[in-house]
């Protein structure tokens, strides 16, 4: 065998080799893949009518409770709000007048002023006092017991507007501390579900639940956002109904000592 066939032998050998080479290396051609699954809503409605019938039930009920919170507060803020403007122009009447008939009169106008209230009270039991005294006088010393009648007529006036001023604060007060705890017991009720979803599942990954979990979540976003507003809104009306209440005490010691001095007093 001569020289140039031994070279021509391994050249063509070294040409197939090369050749299965680049058959064995060469890139498959791409497969086309199904297109992706869009993702799962995420929106806040689609995650509400997406939610189960527990969680709808809790929204439904911090709704109604927030939409009743902001009914009482429009209405309490328009009534703290005549009272007192009411109950300070009564007290400049009551300084200004030379006679308590006259402020009697001025006083049926105001009705919505706790303190006008209270006067009012202590005026129709200091009426009765004095009428009795005069048809007294002529037999015997009559007793009348100082001012206490006077005092608890008016103390019966000034719980009576006192309990109407502080209603609709119940409400206030009870949305505020249990809107919380209704919206929780909807968050996790929501992501017990979402569990137990997942065990039934094919796949476990944080996808899979995920819309469950914020679902869930919404139930706890609306709970706060029922009870903040309350609390706020109960705070400033209570405290509202304190200053109205000590204007009205100190009204009352104020008429009390006038009423002793001028109509009750032992001659």
């Keep these: 065998m001569d020289a140039k066939s031994v070279f021509t032998g391994w050249l063509t050998a070294f040409l197939w080799l090369a050749t299965a080479l680049d058959i064995a290396l060469a890139q498959p051609a ?23 019938w527990v969680v709808r039930l809790v929204l439904l009920i911090l709704v109604g409770c927030s939409i009743g919170c902001w009914g009482i ?49 202590g005026y129709q039991e200091l009426q009765r006092l004095t009428r009795g005294k005069r048809e007294e006088e002529q ?27 502080e209603r ?13 705890f209704i919206g929780l017991f909807g968050t ?16 476990s990954s944080i996808q899979a639940v995920a819309p469950g979990i914020a679902e869930a979540l919404i139930a706890t ?8 507003p309350a609390v706020v809104m109960h705070n400033r009306f209570a405290r509202q109904v304190r200053v109205l209440t000590a204007d009205m005490d100190t009204f ?9 001095r001028h109509f009750l007093s032992k001659k």
């Design 221 to 228: 976003a609306v709970g706060l956002a029922a009870a903040i």
């Design 73 to 121: 507060a429009m209405a309490k803020a328009l009534e703290m709000r005549r009272a007192a403007q009411q109950s300070l122009q009564f007290i400049d009447i009551f300084w200004d007048a030379k006679n308590l008939a006259t402020i009697q009169t001025s006083s049926t106008d105001l009705k919505d002023s706790p303190v006008a209230h209270v006067f009012r009270a």
């Design 252 to 260: 009352m010691s104020e008429f009390l000592n006038i009423a002793e």
């Design 188 to 203: 996790v009720w929501g992501i017990m579900t979402a569990f137990i979803g997942l065990s039934s599942a094919t796949s």
């Design 139 to 165: 037999q015997q010393p009559p007793d009348f017991g100082g001012t206490e009648n006077v005092q608890r007529a008016m103390m019966k006036a000034r719980t009576q507007e006192v309990t109407r001023l």
């Design 168 to 180: 609709g604060l119940t409400f206030l007060a009870t949305t505020s501390s249990t809107a919380p």
């Design 30 to 52: 791409a497969i086309p893949l199904p297109p992706a699954a869009p993702p799962p809503q995420m929106e806040f409605w689609h995650l509400i009518w997406g939610s189960g």
